[in-house]
């Protein structure tokens, strides 16, 4: 049995695009707390690699998370100073080039150049990989035009860099709850197959995962669910036990609000079988698991259960698929909704039967608007005198997607009467295939910036 310490885990970031001064309050924290410490950043989505690939591909240098730099520099220095190692999967499709960056970073503000360790094998979109895809996936693919392919890879490189001496990793797509399962791996030297530790870290990687979900933002609904403090979240931090079990709080001062509501909510975010969550590293097991309140904003994870790892990886392959042509215009007064009403009318009529257009009405029914437009007509007219009218579609052909934004802005005179504020946008789109890869096919590996690792 272990003796080491606690490891103390923090959570800087959510998704992509999450507030950049979060990491302040919780580098403070753990200075606080003291003792071993990492500070995670989690900013992939599905789709947020294709876009970082799509990036890459007009510039060579770029394809990593574009806020990394206001993420990192008010908090590297005392990151450095105090030993709290970073990991991230902000590195998206160019690890290498986001650890370039931060070393760029590191000598603009005057500090020691940190070791870094980059992490690959994730990306399946190389010619190298083709045969396994076309093995996956068959027929799905064919035709297709693939932006990325990248398999959910898990903990175990992320400990190896930390053991060998890395203050930051760098990689791509790692599975969400093992950014937090590999400083626990490095930290408390489990075994690969320690099934319950290993499931227990990786539910606390699960709490962390969504940065400010578990301290009440998704979970404030005013007259409800009170969460104090919106505007000054805090961000989790995870004290890991050796047994696996941890506690969820956040930096002192902040606010939000950690109580058993709101981390029930987020340790059932997204787990499709409370028996059997799937990860790269363990099959966990909740459904014995123990949430208690042990302070103020101080939640206990015990009991939860592993399983053995499934011997394929998931991977998702994005592709191009087409354009999403969007406008928009807004009608106020006496009959506002009426008008809208046929403005939409108007615009399909002159799209034609054979394009398929979604309506919505902003502000009466939009959120659950449907893409065929069978919605908005079964719901009755309101007498609504403030309404902005959505019209999109999404086609293959760029041609027919350009031609409802003409007709959009052609309402201003073409009527109905009253239509102003006019906005239209089109942006190419993705698609997304998932399978099963065998994880013996993927080879994930880890980089020093000076030196190459197995």
Not at 116 to 137: K, N, Y
Not at 144 to 173: F, P
Not at 221 to 235: E, Q
Not at 242 to 258: F, M
């Amino acid at each position: 049995m272990t003796t080491a310490p606690p490891l103390h885990i923090g959570s800087a970031a959510g998704f992509s695009g999450d507030r950049p001064d979060a990491a302040g309050p919780v580098v403070d924290e753990l200075i606080r707390l003291g003792g071993p410490a990492v500070l995670v950043f989690e900013t992939l989505a599905e789709r947020t690699l294709a876009l970082a690939q799509l990036a890459r591909r007009n510039d060579p240098s770029a394809g990593y998370e574009p806020l990394l730099p206001d993420m990192l520099a008010p908090v590297l220095a005392r990151c450095l100073a105090h030993g709290i190692r970073i990991v991230g999967n902000f590195g998206a499709a160019n690890p290498t080039g986001a650890a370039n960056h931060i070393a760029r970073l590191a000598r603009e503000l005057g500090l020691r150049q940190p070791r870094m360790a980059v992490i690959s094998g994730d990306d399946l979109s190389g010619p190298e990989h083709r045969e396994l895809l076309q093995q996956t996936f068959g027929h799905q693919l064919d035709g297709l035009r693939i932006v990325s392919a990248n398999a959910y890879i898990g903990a175990e490189s992320i400990a190896q860099a930390l053991r060998a001496g890395a203050d930051i990793v760098v990689a791509g797509r790692i599975a969400d709850p093992s950014l937090a399962l590999g400083p626990a791996l490095a930290h408390f030297g489990w075994r690969m197959d320690d099934w319950d530790r290993l499931a227990g870290a990786t539910m606390a990687g699960h709490l962390l995962e969504c940065g400010a979900q578990v301290t009440g933002g998704y979970y404030a609904d005013p007259g409800i669910k009170a969460v104090p403090g919106l505007a000054r979240l805090g961000y989790p931090v995870a004290r890991l036990e050796a047994d696996g079990s941890c506690v969820i709080s956040k930096p002192e001062g902040t606010g939000g609000l950690i109580d058993r509501h709101v981390v029930t909510e987020q340790l059932l975010y997204e787990v499709h079988d409370p028996a059997a969550y799937l990860t790269p590293d363990v099959v966990a097991d909740i459904s014995q698991a123990r949430l208690d309140e042990i302070g103020p904003d101080q939640v206990r994870l015990s009991g939860v259960l592993g399983h053995p790892c499934t011997p394929t990886l998931k991977v998702n392959v994005c592709h191009e698929n087409g354009w999403l042509a969007e406008g928009e215009i807004s009608y106020a007064g006496p009959r506002a909704e009426a008008r809208a009403r046929l403005a939409a009318e108007v615009v399909r009529e002159r799209m034609g039967v054979n394009v398929a257009i979604r309506a919505d009405l902003i502000g009466v029914l939009s959120v659950l608007g449907d893409d065929r437009g069978t919605a908005l007509a079964a719901q009755p007219a309101s007498a609504a005198q403030d309404v902005r009218l959505r019209l999109a579609l999404r086609q293959s052909d760029k041609a027919v997607a350009q031609r409802l934004l003409h007709e959009v802005t052609a309402l201003y005179t073409c009527g109905p009467a009253g239509g102003g504020g006019v906005r239209t946008h089109l942006r190419p789109t993705l698609g997304t295939v998932s399978g099963l890869v065998p994880r013996d096919r993927v080879n994930t590996r880890f980089r020093m910036l000076e030196n190459d690792h197995a």
